[in-house]
């Protein structure tokens, strides 16, 4: 949302810290778990950002390329821009038990059940988080009379994670996220970009030291060096953006995950001080949490609209979805005994799915039903998790 007043952001009286504390208590309010400022300082994210584009990183995300350097340039989005304040919002559940990371990894090492990644298990947090943003903003521009006040939920190209950097929310970690000594990395960044000259806190230390675990933990070695993710080896990228052909090298190594992944972040130590959310929003639905690979598969295109409403797993519509299940039926054939008692129904659900199925979910259905029983009953290194 934009607001734009007369008076400037500079007037007689501007009292930032003051505001800035207003602001805070307002966000603890509104259900926010924190909130920082950032100058416009972003140090080499341009010259990184444009490697990563030149290296053709970000794979079918046209996008990306099409916003180009705006993407670091927050005063080229919105013109007059000074300050941004970004919102952190935990999403773990608050039903997560203390061994939460355990028991992701166990069922990454279960073929037969469905792993979708936990921030999509729950309602969309575009609308959680951009309510909450609007509703700020709205607070902002009774308390101050700003020229420049916009909000923004993944809706512009923004750099959330050099920004909450440069606010002190944290420090990128070698997987790219986000990371908080006491948050982890399982949280939400929203953005209000304002001309407002609220007090800059700065950004603080990083503590990765020499750690690797989450370049060594991801399953398609997606994460090619310390902060670097190629897009197109990533499972979250391939189960979610990628519109197409899944590529036939990286679909065994997607085991069953169907939609996103969470491998780097259950690597992570300091995700041991993940916050569970409050919000019931971030609750799983539709047994999103423990559903197995034919529960899901069994839904038909009206069942995939109605469960999936007010979630972000709609977004990839329904032809990407049983595309990645069809990957994970043909991961679970390979990797379940010959004589399991499902290798008989999962064949069966996807031969009788072949005949009225279109192109892109028949290319994949073949290759399902081309996995050898038993073939690699091993589970994956990836599946069975660190010892943190």
Same mark, same amino acid.
């Given at each position: 949302m934009a607001h734009e007043h007369a008076q400037p952001a500079t007037a007689e009286g501007f009292d930032g810290p003051r505001l800035l504390r207003a602001i805070?208590?307002?966000?603890?309010?509104? #259900?926010?778990?924190?909130?920082?400022?950032?100058?416009?300082?972003?140090?080499?994210?341009?010259?990184?950002?444009?490697?990563?584009?030149?290296?053709?990183?970000?794979?079918?995300?046209?996008?990306?390329?099409?916003?180009?350097?705006?993407?670091?340039?927050?005063?080229?989005?919105?013109?007059?821009?000074?300050?941004?304040?970004?919102?952190?919002?935990?999403?773990?559940?608050?039903?997560?038990?203390?061994?939460?990371?355990?028991?992701?990894?166990?069922?990454?090492?279960?073929?037969?059940?469905?792993?979708?990644?936990?921030?999509?298990?729950?309602?969309?947090?575009?609308?959680?988080?951009?309510?909450?943003?609007?509703?700020?903003?709205?607070?902002?521009?009774?308390?101050?009379?700003?020229?420049?006040?916009?909000?923004?939920?993944?809706?512009?190209?923004?750099?959330?994670?050099?920004?909450?950097?440069?606010?002190?929310?944290?420090?990128?970690?070698?997987?790219?996220?986000?990371?908080?000594?006491?948050? #982890?990395?399982?949280?939400?960044?929203?953005?209000?970009?304002?001309?407002?000259?609220?007090?800059?806190?700065?950004?603080?230390?990083?503590?990765?030291?020499?750690?690797?675990?989450?370049?060594?933990?991801?399953?398609?070695?997606?994460?090619?060096?310390?902060?670097?993710?190629?897009?197109?080896?990533?499972?979250?990228?391939?189960?979610?953006?990628?519109?197409?052909p899944i590529p036939e090298d990286l679909r065994a190594p997607m085991g069953n995950r169907v939609y996103g992944c969470d491998d780097c972040q259950l690597a992570c130590p300091w995700n041991r001080w993940a916050r569970r959310s409050p919000l019931p929003d971030f609750l799983p639905r539709n047994d999103l949490d423990r559903a197995s690979l034919l529960d899901l598969w069994a839904w038909d295109e009206t069942a995939f609209e109605q469960r999936t409403e007010g979630s972000a797993i709609r977004r990839i519509g329904y032809a990407r979805w049983r595309r990645n299940l069809a990957v994970a039926l043909g991961n679970a054939r390979r990797a379940l005994a010959p004589d399991h008692g499902l290798q008989g129904p999962i064949e069966q659900a996807l031969r009788a799915a072949l005949p009225p199925a279109d192109a892109l979910v028949a290319e994949h259905l073949r290759w399902a039903l081309a996995q050898a029983p038993g073939g690699d009953a091993d589970v994956p290194a990836a599946a069975a998790g660190p010892n943190t």
């Open positions: 805070r208590e307002r966000a603890r309010a509104l #259900g926010l778990s924190q909130i920082a400022v950032s100058d416009l300082q972003l140090g080499d994210t341009e010259q990184h950002l444009a490697r990563w584009l030149e290296q053709g990183m970000h794979g079918t995300m046209d996008y990306m390329a099409r916003h180009g350097m705006a993407r670091a340039r927050p005063a080229e989005l919105l013109p007059g821009t000074l300050r941004v304040i970004t919102a952190r919002l935990d999403y773990l559940p608050e039903q997560a038990p203390p061994g939460w990371r355990a028991l992701e990894w166990q069922r990454l090492g279960q073929p037969q059940q469905a792993v979708v990644s936990v921030y999509a298990r729950g309602r969309d947090y575009h609308r959680v988080l951009r309510q909450r943003l609007a509703r700020l903003a709205e607070f902002i521009a009774q308390q101050a009379r700003p020229r420049v006040l916009r909000a923004f939920t993944d809706s512009a190209p923004v750099p959330e994670v050099a920004l909450g950097a440069r606010a002190g929310l944290g420090w990128r970690g070698k997987h790219s996220l986000l990371l908080h000594r006491d948050a #982890g990395s399982m949280f939400f960044l929203g953005e209000i970009y304002t001309d407002l000259e609220l007090p800059v806190e700065g950004p603080i230390e990083a503590h990765c030291g020499t750690c690797t675990r989450c370049l060594d933990m991801c399953p398609t070695r997606a994460i090619t060096q310390p902060y670097v993710v190629d897009a197109r080896r990533c499972i979250s990228y391939l189960t979610i953006e990628l519109d197409g």
